[in-house]
């Protein structure tokens, strides 16, 4: 059966009849064709001080992430980087109830771009999205994929004051603490030499003295929180949801699944938290 299509990848620059303007409603009429998940639209063409404006801001749907969104056809230039990071330093600064992660949206992310975003040294959340137009016969179409995902700054990495897990105990309960050891066994099923890290706000995990924070746990009283560093896809969607984990809504910020997990779902739901270790692992490991 004969089913291939050829596309033509079209420069929407100089085009004719496409401009940044139609672009730009495309992505308001439907946020989720940039792959960041469910958002809504709070604004666009949003007023900046002491000028300019900002060409979208969506909100994720955990009600705790803003992204501010410079658009620009073409390459990206010192002056859009430079735009983009000060919109977002003004969008931070008006309303602080938010995490606010800027975005760069272009036809041709170039090396520059790269350089000048590493002289932050992951001091600034941005992400770099790569704008590709597609034409067919006489119908348009846009691909959006993600270049620079949003930096993690590394706060395991002496950020973070030691402690042991006496500690924890005291702070929590013993109980939740063992469902730690559990899952770093289930962990070292298929690793082996990984140990718990203990830090004063979570505990997280190192293998042969390095950080591997692939998976961070929080007890609580009652319960472990479980965050394992994945990006969203619905696969993984459909298996947390068919799982009998309590889920929390997923992190977009930190790019988290996060769990509440009880002692009895170490027995039921085992085999659904090591495939999430697994995927984390070969994730965070490249």
Known sequence: MENYVKLESISLKDHSEINEKWVQQKIVDDPSILGLGKLTVIQTERVQQPGGRLDILLQDDDGKTRYAVELQLGKTDETHIIRTIEYWDNERKRNR?????AVIIAEDITNRFFNVISLFNGSIPIMAIQLKAIKYNDLFGLDFTTVLDLIIPDEEEGAE???DKAYW???TAKNTVAIADKLLSYIN???GGVVLKYNKHYIGLAQNGITKNFAIFYPRKTVLQLNVKLKRTDELDEIAEDSDLDQMPYDNQWKQYRFRVKEEDLITNKEVIIDLFKRAYESYTG
């Open 169 to 171: 105990e005291k702070r």
């Open 161 to 163: 004051d030691p402690v």
């Open 189 to 191: 099923e298929f690793i």
């Open 97 to 101: 109830n938010y995490n606010h992660i």
